[in-house]
């Protein structure tokens, strides 16, 4: 059962904003991150708390498992640092689950894994969980023995919006589906290239493409006059920033391998409506050509996941 002490929201809040890249800092009033991380982190406290949440997540998961099984607690692991731990499942698959470490009271070091390794062996014990994930700000391949997943790369919309861009190169908003066949086809493409890719990006649904279309945040890519992708964001509280949060960035097969990425986040800074936010995406550690294509862009990499293993 959770612990009697689960912090307030606002505690979870402030425990969050040391852990943040020191350049993030100036993005956005301390006011309004802490408020921001408050609300991001009333989801980790329902997770703690609320049995009914707690038994669609066993009935879709694990029906061997009791609903509170699946409860989040808050728990110590050192003397001075104490951790929020979840089971989760890779890619909702069941016979994948881990356990994340979503917040914790102080920044996690490298000696702190191996009892917080124990410690979510032990509380998870019935789900045989094979791997451990945490954040952290440090640079990626900074923990010794840990493999990288999502890197967080962002930076105000105001510095991204001046560098040149290739003329052959426009945005226009898109306007229906008709188009998501073919960037299914292009992350196929990608996919039959970099036989890691499916495990680092897939393409957003139907669903979550009307919802961009609707918020007026999906863009088609133009080259030449014509359809060569897709690029879009949704403006939302990420990491206690007010952000435009990437969803979907595809470039057909045609126009790949032309130094178009970085190309694309000056487009999209210059396209959205609020400029006063910061443009965020995650992007795996290992796909190289997204990350340099941020990178290049003006994007910061603000932190990121890392796996421990449990096994």
Not at 72 to 94: H, Y
Request: aromatic residues 8%; hydrophobic residues 45%; glycine residues 6%.
């Amino acid at each position: 059962m959770p612990s009697p002490t689960l912090p307030a929201a606002s505690a979870l809040a402030r425990f969050s904003l040391a852990a943040q890249h020191p350049a993030s800092l100036a993005w956005c009033s301390e006011a309004v991150r802490l408020a921001n991380l408050a609300d991001e982190h009333a989801f980790d406290l329902q997770l703690a708390t609320d049995l009914e949440l707690a038994a669609v997540r066993a009935e879709r998961m694990n029906p061997a498992q009791p609903p509170e099984a699946f409860l989040n607690q808050w728990l110590p692991v050192l003397p001075g640092l104490e951790a929020m731990l979840s089971i989760r499942f890779e890619g909702a698959n069941p016979s994948k689950p881990f356990v994340d470490a979503s917040v914790t009271s102080r920044p996690v070091v490298h000696a702190d894994l191996p009892a917080l390794a124990t410690l979510a062996q032990r509380t998870y014990a019935g789900f045989d969980p094979q791997r451990l994930r945490f954040r952290s700000a440090a640079q990626a391949g900074t923990f010794a023995g840990t493999q990288p997943d999502l890197r967080v790369l962002a930076a105000p919309l105001a510095d991204l919006q001046h560098r040149l861009t290739p003329l052959e190169l426009s945005l226009r908003p898109t306007l229906g589906t008709s188009q998501l066949e073919a960037a299914r086809e292009a992350y196929a493409d990608v996919d039959r290239l970099y036989p890691d890719h499916p495990d680092q990006a897939r393409i957003l649904s139907e669903e979550d493409l009307l919802e961009n279309i609707e918020a007026g945040t999906m863009f088609d890519v133009l080259w030449n006059g014509g359809w060569a992708g897709y690029v879009g964001v949704l403006p939302k509280s990420e990491h206690g920033l007010n952000a435009y949060t990437v969803q979907e960035l595809i470039l057909s097969p045609a126009c790949r391998g032309r130094g178009y990425g970085a190309a694309l986040t000056t487009f999209l800074a210059q396209a959205v409506p609020e400029p006063d936010r910061v443009l965020l995406g995650t992007i795996h550690a290992e796909n190289r050509g997204a990350r340099q294509a941020a990178l290049q862009a003006g994007r910061i990499d603000i932190g990121g996941w890392s796996w421990w293993s449990l096994l």
